[in-house]
């Protein structure tokens, strides 16, 4: 089984593309309202179980990038491969605190939907924020998740464990991929997270943003079987 980790108030719909073209992908549908990665790392190991799954190819894009690193922490035996897109291990930075704040308050003071337009478009490379077809779904999909997912997510995120130096104990086939037009997630920081990741494979996808599974899908899933086809 291929396990979908979302990020970010995005649930199995940021994922649609893979669903449809990859066989025994599972996406996870969101993680409720777990406000530690340390949380949604065992909501994660629940669904494997549930599946009946004892060993499972691990995907995380994003806040799920960091999640799949917490499930590959709790239990390595159990991820055959390992993908982390479009996400980063740096730790809590200067300010961070502070932006997650100013942009958790445009959703009290101003709506939800308001907050969602203020943070989805530099989320997606800006050629494609006037393609509905990319972007419609993802409006969508992050304002069904709402303000209390929000927040959750945004207390997982500033509490955030240190992971970086997880990396060189990573023993089983890893992908690093992320969007040449990243701005959130830049590719200079998937070439550092690649470096420290014993024989990892690094996929910098042309004219994608943080969005990068509905922004480029036929390269994604390319990509993804790669790495599946990788040995174990």
């Not at 291929?2 to 994922?15: A, E, Q, T």
């Not at 960091?66 to 930075?93: D, I």
């Not at 690094?202 to 390269?219: D, F, S």
Request: charged share 20%.
């Amino acid at each position: 089984m291929l396990l979908l980790l979302p990020g970010l108030i995005c649930d199995s719909r940021i994922y649609a593309p893979q669903l449809a073209a990859l066989e025994n992908a599972r996406s996870m549908d969101g993680y409720g309202r777990a406000d530690t990665l340390q949380a949604m790392a065992w909501k994660v190991l629940d669904r494997a179980d549930a599946e009946g799954v004892e060993t499972f190819d691990l995907l995380g894009h994003s806040m799920g990038g960091r999640v799949a690193l917490e499930v590959y922490r709790l239990a390595p035996g159990r991820v055959r491969r390992l993908a982390l897109m479009s996400t980063g291990v740096h730790q809590v930075t200067e300010g961070e605190p502070a932006k997650r704040a100013a942009v958790q308050a445009i959703g009290h003071e101003q709506g939800f939907e308001a907050l969602v337009d203020a943070w989805l478009p530099p989320m997606v490379a800006e050629q494609n924020r006037a393609n509905e077809a990319i972007y419609a779904p993802l409006r969508e999909m992050c304002l069904d998740a709402g303000q209390d997912i929000f927040d959750a997510q945004i207390r997982a995120l500033l509490g955030r464990p240190e992971q970086a130096s997880l990396l060189p104990r990573i023993a089983c086939p890893t992908m690093v991929l992320t969007g040449e037009l990243d701005s959130w997630s830049p590719p200079a920081q998937h070439e550092a997270m690649a470096a420290a990741i014993p024989d990892a494979e690094l996929v910098i996808v042309a004219g994608a943003g943080h969005m990068i599974q509905r922004e480029a899908p036929e390269a994604v899933n390319e990509a993804i079987t790669g790495w599946l086809a990788r040995p174990v």
